[in-house]
């Protein structure tokens, strides 16, 4: 017999924090303490039987303001002019919303419906699994968002997880401004799965058009290997247009890998290169400590073209 649960009082609160101290490795020697992200999650059931059961999460997130317009005057049409203030709020962190979606499970299935997950990116951030220290490389170059509003479906088993969704497209952090929607599919494959040694197949299919009705077209492939004292993942992507050309499309690739030792339980160590439109490459490397359950520590070095900086991070949960 199916029992229904109406649960209201199921609520569960928890919270995670990037910190970081970095400094710049030139003559400025320029350093500064920063908050990369805070995290509030708010989950629970709304209802539930023994196979079906309908849950929310909300995400509120904290990030920085990094620029405005400059200020100053500037010609609006032939015959106006706006004017620009100067601001004293860059700098400062504000309150927006990373996820709010309905998440519907049964057996096997789950849909969702809200601002939800890009699953590209959630399955990339499973498996470098160092979001503290730095995003994936899709995610990093922007050439999609890690969330968007829309609907979604989830098949899952221990051999493969497949991924369907309708999307506003470009990103939960922009306005919808067409008539067009994106379509996205994720596929992973577990040939091997145990608890020694796992070995995915990972890709992504993205379609959609901007405004201007020009094609947005993405396409991504990876695999990765996970076992106790080694984690490997390699990832190529070919794409046309990205979150940053909204409305101008440009034609590209990217690839990435990194690499993983973990020698004893409490150490690992990394490497990390990023390889964008030919020409912008991305280096990190250095050691993550696993002090306590919900508390690690790196200390790495960061290299964007001829940029580089040294950087103490930590990722706390509470």
């Known amino acids: 017999m199916l029992m229904l649960n109406l649960i209201v009082s199921?609520?569960?609160v928890d919270a995670l924090s990037y910190l970081r101290y970095s400094i710049t490795l030139d003559s400025t020697l320029y350093n500064t303490f920063h908050i990369d992200r805070m995290y509030v999650n708010f989950k629970g059931d709304i209802f539930k039987t023994d196979?079906?059961?309908?849950s929310f999460r909300f995400t509120p997130d904290i990030g920085q303001i990094r620029?405005?317009?400059?200020?100053?005057?500037?010609?609006?049409?032939k015959d106006s002019t706006i004017e620009?203030?100067?601001?004293?709020i860059v700098g400062a962190y504000y309150v927006f919303s990373k996820y709010a979606f309905l998440e519907a499970t049964y057996r096997n299935y789950k849909l969702y419906f809200g601002q939800t997950y890009n699953f590209w990116i959630r399955t990339m951030d499973r498996i470098w699994d160092y979001r503290f220290i730095e995003k994936t490389s899709n995610d990093y170059f922007s050439v999609i968002s890690s969330a968007d509003l829309g609907i979604a479906f989830e098949y899952s088993s221990k051999l493969f997880r497949l991924n369907l969704g309708v999307f506003n497209g470009e990103g939960y952090n922009k306005v919808e401004d067409n008539k067009f929607k994106d379509f996205e599919a994720v596929l992973s494959i577990y040939p091997i799965n145990n608890e020694d040694l796992e070995i995915g197949i990972h890709g992504y299919g993205h379609f959609g058009k901007y405004k201007n009705e020009e094609d947005k077209i993405r396409g991504i492939g990876a695999i990765s290997i996970?076992?106790?004292y080694f984690r490997l993942g390699v990832e190529y992507s070919q794409f046309k247009g990205s979150?940053?050309?909204?409305?101008d499309t440009i034609s590209s690739n990217l690839i990435s890998g990194?690499?993983?030792?973990?020698?004893?339980?409490?150490?690992?160590?990394?490497?990390?290169f990023d390889r964008y439109k030919e020409q912008d490459n991305f280096i990190l490397g250095g050691f993550v400590l696993k002090l306590v359950k919900d508390f690690r520590l790196s200390l790495n070095y960061k290299q964007l073209k001829e940029t580089g900086t040294l950087n103490l991070q930590t990722e706390v949960k509470f």
């Open 10 to 12: 199921d609520l569960k």
């Open 51 to 54: 196979v079906f059961k309908l």
């Open 67 to 77: 620029d405005v317009g400059k200020a100053g005057r500037y010609k609006e049409g």
């Open 84 to 88: 620009v203030p100067k601001s004293s």
């Open 226 to 228: 996970n076992q106790k």
């Open 243 to 247: 979150t940053l050309t909204s409305g």
């Open 258 to 272: 990194f690499v993983v030792i973990k020698p004893i339980n409490m150490l690992e160590l990394f490497a990390r």
